[in-house]
């Protein structure tokens, strides 16, 4: 393939942003941040019990068994990795197809199966997280997934299940409605919300967490790509939605749990 060259600019010309509003907002983006913690004093070095590796499930909900992840992705997958980095791509437009529960597993796994638990507050999954601290739940709006009833899931990765929140034939309208009304979120066969719960990497590095979550928040999103490529399914991820009512739909509290990045998931 032949190299692409970018188009020359004058730097000199680009207008320098550095001493604007902006700058205290970069500062977040810095790993500066890290002079401003004493790690001798975070929880974990004050040997505080770790929060959870997942969150509780109530004994009332329903739980679905779901087939092995790593075996579903590689037995559905079409193409080698080099063929589904080259051809990743956002796809906003997707086909009336259900995606099969076997297809909706493997895309599980890529994205937040674990691997390996090494003790009660570690354990390694299919992507990277600093620390190991993993500080994601995933929730699914699920609307055309065969086997499954339209409603809202939540994956529960340790356990291979899904738990079945609610029942709702409406759950895509609702969750395009809690992505700004846009559209293409309401044709997804599943729709994938991440939430954050800030408290795991917290735990372990203070005021430098923030930073590291949303940089892990994109490697998660960027397995769910490739997974998808290889599938033949497409997905494009979501930052712009309604805080207050992404929360309301999953059920968090907004604070100790909160949505963080969003992605529709269907066939091409």
């Not at 505080?48 to 590796?53: C, G, S």
């Not at 029942?167 to 609702?174: F, L, S």
């Not at 408290?199 to 372990?204: L, P, Q, T, V």
């Amino acid at each position: 393939m032949a190299a692409r060259r970018a188009p020359a600019a004058a730097w000199e010309a680009w207008p320098s942003m550095s001493n604007s509003a902006f700058a205290e907002s970069r500062f977040f983006l810095k790993d500066t941040i890290r002079q401003r913690v004493d790690f001798a004093r975070t929880a974990q070095s004050r040997r505080e019990p770790a929060p959870p590796l997942q969150k509780p499930c109530s004994p009332e909900v329903v739980r679905l068994n779901l087939p092995e992840g790593a075996e579903a992705l590689a037995r559905l997958g079409r193409m080698a990795l080099g063929e589904a980095i080259a051809g990743r791509e956002s796809v906003r437009d997707f086909s009336a197809a259900a995606l099969s529960l076997e297809e909706l597993a493997a895309l599980l796994w890529a994205t937040q199966g674990v691997r390996e638990v090494l003790n009660a507050a570690t354990a390694l999954r299919t992507v990277p997280s600093a620390g190991a601290r993993h500080a994601f739940e995933t929730y699914l709006a699920v609307d055309r997934v065969t086997s499954l009833r339209p409603g809202l899931y939540r994956y529960l990765p340790f356990d291979g299940q899904l738990a079945q929140l609610t029942t709702d034939a409406q759950i895509g309208n609702r969750a395009a409605a809690a992505c700004l009304g846009q559209d293409f979120v309401a044709g997804a066969a599943v729709t994938f919300f991440w939430t954050v719960l800030p408290a795991r990497m917290e735990w372990r590095y203070d005021l430098a967490a923030h930073k590291v979550l949303a940089l892990d928040a994109g490697h998660v999103c960027q397995n769910l790509y490739l997974a998808c490529q290889s599938l033949g399914a497409g997905t494009c991820a979501i930052a712009a939605y309604d805080q207050n009512a992404c929360d309301r739909l999953l059920g968090v509290d907004g604070d100790e749990e909160f949505t963080l990045y969003i992605a529709p998931v269907g066939k091409r």
